[in-house]
């Protein structure tokens, strides 16, 4: 199994960006699909966006399309969030998840979480 450590926020002011970044340890990174998960204060965990093991399928929540890109690099075991245009409603802790089937991911379903890191955008 993966373990995730993600490193990257701060606090970054409206229309700024941000690249966060989730590092993984183990052997078996690249058979994980992985993705970005955030949470607001006083609201529910949300999904963000994911990428297939072989990078080839991605996805996107709404709120985010157009402004984030997810991608990977398996040889360095790293997966990469690039928030550009970023707005206030974009503050939230954000974690790395991985799960070995794609397609579970958007519903939250996660073998692996990583700690979290936040991200705060000043108006």
């Known amino acids: 199994q993966v373990q995730l450590v993600e490193s990257g926020g701060g606090l970054v002011q409206a229309g700024g960006f941000l690249r966060l970044s989730c590092a993984a340890s183990?052997?078996?990174?690249?058979?994980?699909?992985l993705g970005w998960f955030r949470q607001a204060p006083g609201k529910e965990r949300e999904f963000v966006a994911a990428?297939?093991?072989?990078?080839?399928?991605?996805d996107y929540a709404d709120s985010v399309k157009g402004r984030f890109t997810i991608s990977r690099d398996n040889a360095r075991n790293t997966v990469y969030l690039q928030m550009n245009s970023l707005k206030p409603e974009d503050t939230a802790v954000y974690y790395c998840?991985?799960?070995?089937?794609?397609?579970?991911?958007?519903?939250?379903?996660?073998?692996?979480w990583g700690q979290g890191t936040l991200v705060t955008v000043s108006s």
């Open positions: 998840a991985a799960q070995r089937r794609y397609s579970n991911l958007r519903r939250g379903d996660v073998e692996v």
């Open positions: 183990g052997r078996t990174f690249s058979t994980y699909a």
């Open positions: 990428v297939s093991w072989s990078g080839t399928s991605i």
